[in-house]
């Protein structure tokens, strides 16, 4: 990803961010004027501001809330995906490392000998881990 394109994203959520809060603000300061008494029964008169209207206000909030931190994290997400499928890959390479090493050591008894599984074995394992590095490796050059 170009970093043109990462400034950008960031650019654009904190603008986001930025219009939310100031929106919220300005939500909170225009209800927080006192509404009219109601009367309760029998009681001191008390203040009933339309909780309809704040949870629908807050339901807006929180979308959009997620629609800019969704901006702001998407640059994130892959570039995190990226050095998992990477470390993943490295991983899986010390594996290749190591079966690759016990199979050399018992690559005279291939054919004969009392360790000809063990070497079979070491080698399936040594393949099967270099095509899980590798793969992981392409995956993340693709990305």
């Known amino acids: 990803m170009k970093p043109q394109t990462v400034g950008r994203y960031l650019g654009v959520g904190l603008r986001v961010a930025g219009r939310m809060a100031g929106q919220s603000l300005n939500a909170a300061t225009s209800s927080s004027a006192p509404s009219a008494p109601v009367a309760g029964a029998g009681g001191p008169a008390t203040t009933s501001p339309s909780v309809s209207q704040t949870a629908k206000k807050a339901g807006v909030a929180a979308v959009s809330v997620g629609r800019g931190m969704g901006g702001f994290?998407?640059?994130f997400r892959r570039v995190g995906g990226i050095v998992f499928l990477e470390v993943t890959g490295a991983f899986f390479f010390l594996f290749v490392i190591l079966f690759g090493n016990?199979?050399?050591k018992l690559h005279a008894d291939y054919a004969h000998g009392p360790d000809h599984s063990k070497f079979l074995v070491?080698?399936?394992l040594t393949l099967v881990f270099l095509y899980l590095s590798v793969s992981s490796?392409?995956?993340?050059k693709r990305r």
């Not at 490796?137 to 993340?140: E, H, I, L, N, P």
């Open 137 to 140: 490796f392409w995956r993340a």
């Open 73 to 75: 994290i998407k640059p």
């Open 102 to 104: 016990w199979a050399w």
């Open 122 to 124: 070491f080698a399936a």
